[in-house]
Structure formats: C-alpha cells, structure tokens
C-alpha cells in the first residue's frame, strides 16, 4: 500500500508537470480533478466526502492556493461556498487528461489483463481501502 501510495503520488505529480504546472501537490490535484468533474459546483464538504478526506482544513487549504492560482472560482449562496473549475482548471485537466491517455491508458493495452481482471482488482483495492477505513476507525477508539 505504500509503495502503490508512493507511485500513485509521484504519477500525479508528473502527469501534471508534463501537462504544464509543476506547483501542485498531489491532493490540490486530486481536488482539481474533483471540482472540474462532470462540470457542476461542489461545496467543501463534498469534495471531502468524495475524495474521502476527513481533515477540511486540508482541502480548504488546497482550494485557496487553486483559487490564488486562478484554477478554480467560487460562489457564495447564503452560508454555503460552491466551488467550480475555471477555464484555466479545465484546460490543465484537459492536458492532464491527454498525457494520462498517451503515458498510461496507452501503456495498459500492452499488460495481459482483460477488462473482467481489471474489474476485479478494482474491486479489491476497494475492499482492501474499506478494511483500512475500518481499522483506522477501531484504532481511534482503542
């Protein structure tokens, strides 16, 4: 898990360096990427919620340097800030997007795994990432 942690860090890192900035740390892009999906506006609470992430100050340290860097923009509705992807946060999406396919989708063809494999190793990093979620929560209480 650490070496797959590691890796998974270091890819995100280059990929957006190939794709143009090299100032992002790897959870500021996993936050990008989340604000930009499907193109609708996310609340603080969501992005936590679905990047998994229980410490907001985290997150909400990420979307001020995203915002100070023009990626992102915000809107106020009562008590409640909407965050969503400038044109600037799409277009270096997009370039992640592009050296993804071209260094890693491309790369995954040439692997003797079928769909029904990778499907299923999914599935078990899921369960695995459950049975973690779940320790790290009896730990806390020990």
């Keep these: 898990m650490i070496i797959a942690?590691?890796?998974?860090?270091?890819?995100?890192?280059?990929?957006?360096?190939?794709?143009?900035?090299?100032?992002?740390?790897?959870?500021?892009?996993?936050?990008?990427?989340?604000?930009?999906?499907?193109?609708?506006?996310?609340?603080?609470?969501?992005?936590?919620?679905?990047?998994?992430?229980?410490?907001?100050?985290?997150?909400?340290y990420a979307l001020r340097k995203l915002m100070k860097m023009q990626f992102l923009t915000s809107d106020k509705r009562g008590k409640e800030v909407f965050f969503l992807a400038s044109t600037e946060g799409d277009r270096f999406c997009e370039a992640y997007r592009n050296v993804r396919e071209r260094c890693f989708l491309d790369g995954l063809a040439h692997l003797d795994i079928t769909g029904d494999e990778m499907r299923d190793i999914a599935a078990s990093l899921r369960a695995l990432s459950r049975q973690y979620d779940q320790a790290s929560r009896a730990a806390a209480s020990h």
């Design 5 to 60: 942690y590691d890796v998974f860090s270091r890819w995100m890192t280059q990929c957006m360096a190939a794709a143009g900035n090299e100032a992002l740390s790897p959870v500021e892009i996993l936050v990008l990427h989340n604000v930009n999906h499907c193109g609708r506006d996310k609340r603080l609470n969501d992005i936590c919620f679905l990047l998994n992430i229980e410490d907001t100050h985290t997150v909400n």
